[in-house]
């Protein structure tokens, strides 16, 4: 099982960018995707999940300017961020907890994507 990130980029303060974090592999099903991101000499912090049913959660810091969806028909999830501010300048990483097949059962594990790097500045 693999997490494939992609859309990061530089960016002016005010714009836009998505995130996609596509899953692939041998995939039985999967529980949360999100996004985490950390920002040089910071912790890693969650900035937004989504359940297969759809419930979200975001990051105070985020509220209101990102939002995240999933197509589960294609096991991608995408952040969708918006009036991003220097303070969004981070690596971002996908992450999702994925049951996928291992031999004769079927083994919950959480997966972490290759980070994409994301800067806003003018």
């Known amino acids: 099982v693999q997490l494939q990130a992609s859309g990061g980029g530089l960016v002016q303060p005010g714009g836009s960018l998505r995130l996609s974090c596509a899953a692939s592999?041998?995939?039985?099903?999967?529980?949360?995707m999100g996004w985490y991101r950390q920002a040089p000499g910071k912790q890693r912090e969650l900035v937004a999940a989504i359940t297969g049913g759809g419930s979200t959660n975001f990051a105070d810091s985020v509220k209101g300017r990102f939002t995240i969806s999933r197509d589960n028909a294609k096991n991608t999830a995408y952040l969708q961020m918006n009036s991003l501010e220097p303070d969004d300048t981070a690596v971002y990483y996908c992450?999702?907890?994925?049951?996928?097949?291992?031999?004769?059962?079927?083994?919950?594990?959480?997966?972490w994507g290759q980070g994409t790097q994301v800067t806003v500045s003018s």
């Open positions: 992450n999702a907890k994925i049951s996928y097949y291992c031999s004769d059962a079927v083994c919950p594990t959480e997966f």
């Open positions: 592999g041998n995939i039985f099903s999967i529980d949360y």
